[in-house]
C-alpha cells in the first residue's frame, strides 16, 4: 500500500502473528475461528519447535506456517513473525494467543487506534474495568507501578499478550535486540517516546492445556520484570542502525 | 569485616554493575543474562553495607571469620551460575547441532528436487 494513499481501514495490512508452542488442541479452533469470520486480515502461526502435533495439523488444515526447527521462546519466536512482517511490508502486526483467550472481535477497534497514529495498541482487559484481586494480579500491579514511576505513563493491563504494533515498531522489533514482547519492552519504549495506548478488551479462559507459568515461574518472570522496568531500562540506548542484511533473491 | 574488604566488595560490585550496563546499553547482551550480575552485584553491596547479615550467618554456622562466609556464599553462587551455564550450554549445543543438521538436509532434498526436474 502507498503512504500516500489516504489509509482506510480495508488500505492497513495486518498481519496476525500467532505463536505456538505445543498447541495442538487449540490451533485449529482459533486460526479457523479467524479465517471464518475475518479472512481480510492475513494470519502467519510460529510454530515453536512444538514437541506435539501442532506443526502436522496446522500443515494439514492448509494454513500458513513457519516452522522453526528448535525452541526458541516467545520472544523468538514473535520476532520470527515480525521479521515475516517486515520482509512483507506489513502495516501492522497483531500479537495474538495460540491458546484461544484472545478475541479477533477487538481486532477492528485496535486498529481504530493505530490509524489514529500509535505505535503500539494494548488490548487491555482494565481500561474501564477494574483489576480482581488475585496474586497474579498482584503481579501486574506492581509492573504498572513499576512504568508509572519510570516513564510517567499508565498502562493498566502491561501483561497483555494482545498488542498491536506499527510499522516503525515491526522494524524495530524485527531487526534488534532485547526486545520481546513483555512490559519492559513496552517501558522501554514509552521512555524513548513511542505513543502507546490500551482498548478495552475481553479475553477468554485458557480453554485446553495448562499456562506455562507456574507460580515459581511467575515468581522469576515478576522479578526480571520489575528488575528490568525499574533498573536495566533506564540505561538502555536505542540504536536503529543495527539492520539486517538484506538477502537478495 | 574489614573496611578493607566491605569497600573492596563495593567496589568490584559497581565496577560490574557498571560494566555489564554498558553492555546493554550498546546491545551486547541479553537482559536475561545480565539479570545475575546486576542482582549478585546487588547482594554484594548489601552484604558490605550491613556486615551484620554476615555476622548472623557466621553465629549460626560457627565459623571463625565472617570474611570465610562471604567467600563461601560467593563460591557457592557461582557455583551453581557455572552449574546452571553447563545445562544451558549443552541445550544450546544441541540445538546447534539440530539446527545445522537440518539446513544440511534441506539442502540436499532441494538438489534431489532439482535434479529430478532436469
Redesign the interface.
Known amino acids: 500500500m502507498q503512504r500516500c494513499m489516504k489509509r482506510g481501514l480495508e488500505a492497513m495490512r495486518l498481519l496476525m502473528v500467532i505463536p505456538a508452542y505445543n498447541e495442538e488442541d487449540n490451533i485449529i479452533r482459533v486460526v479457523n475461528s479467524i479465517k471464518e469470520q475475518y479472512p481480510e486480515y492475513d494470519y502467519i502461526v510460529v510454530n515453536d519447535g512444538s514437541t506435539d502435533h501442532t506443526s502436522r495439523r496446522c500443515h494439514r488444515e492448509g494454513f500458513e506456517i513457519i516452522d522453526l ?3 526458541l521462546g516467545l520472544a523468538g519466536a514473535f520476532q520470527t513473525g515480525l521479521k515475516y512482517a517486515y520482509r512483507k511490508k506489513y502495516d501492522c502486526v497483531l500479537q495474538f494467543d495460540a491458546d484461544g483467550q484472545h478475541k479477533p472481535e477487538y481486532i477492528e477497534s485496535m486498529l481504530e487506534k493505530m490509524e489514529q497514529g500509535y505505535d503500539i495498541v494494548i488490548g487491555s482487559r482494565y481500561v474501564t474495568r477494574k483489576k480482581p484481586a488475585s496474586w497474579r494480579m498482584l503481579g501486574a500491579r506492581m509492573i504498572t507501578i513499576a512504568i508509572k514511576l519510570t516513564t510517567g505513563k499508565r498502562i493498566s493491563d502491561p501483561t497483555s499478550g494482545m498488542r498491536m504494533f506499527s510499522k516503525a515498531m515491526i522494524k524495530e522489533f524485527a531487526v ?3 526486545y520481546g514482547p513483555e512490559p ?1 519492552t513496552i517501558s522501554y519504549l514509552l521512555k524513548q517516546g513511542a505513543s502507546i495506548t490500551e482498548v478495552q478488551v475481553e479475553m477468554d479462559e485458557r480453554i485446553s492445556g495448562t499456562s506455562y507459568l507456574n507460580v515459581t515461574r511467575s515468581a522469576m518472570y515478576m ?2 520484570m520489575l ?2 522496568i525499574l ?2 531500562q533506564s ?3 536505542r ?1 536503529d542502525k ?1 539492520v539486517i542484511m538484506k538477502r537478495g533473491g | 569485616m574489614s573496611i578493607m574488604l566491605r569497600s573492596l566488595l563495593i567496589g568490584v560490585s559497581v565496577f560490574s554493575l557498571f560494566f555489564v550496563t554498558r553492555r546493554i546499553r550498546y546491545s551486547k547482551m541479553q537482559i536475561e543474562y545480565a539479570l545475575f550480575w546486576i542482582l549478585f552485584s546487588i547482594l554484594m553491596i548489601v552484604i558490605a553495607v550491613v556486615p551484620e547479615i554476615i555476622y548472623w550467618i557466621t553465629a549460626k554456622l560457627g565459623v571463625m571469620s565472617p570474611a570465610n562466609v562471604v567467600y563461601l556464599l560467593i563460591i557457592a553462587v557461582l557455583l551453581i551460575k557455572t552449574f546452571m551455564m553447563t545445562i544451558e550450554l549443552s541445550v544450546l549445543e544441541n540445538k546447534l547441532k539440530d539446527l545445522v543438521q537440518q539446513i544440511a538436509i534441506d539442502e540436499k532434498e532441494r538438489e534431489e528436487k532439482k535434479s529430478e526436474m532436469e
Open positions: 526447527p528448535v525452541n534488534n535486540m532485547n519492559d522479578v526480571r528488575v528490568s533498573f536495566i540505561f538502555r540506548k540504536d543495527h
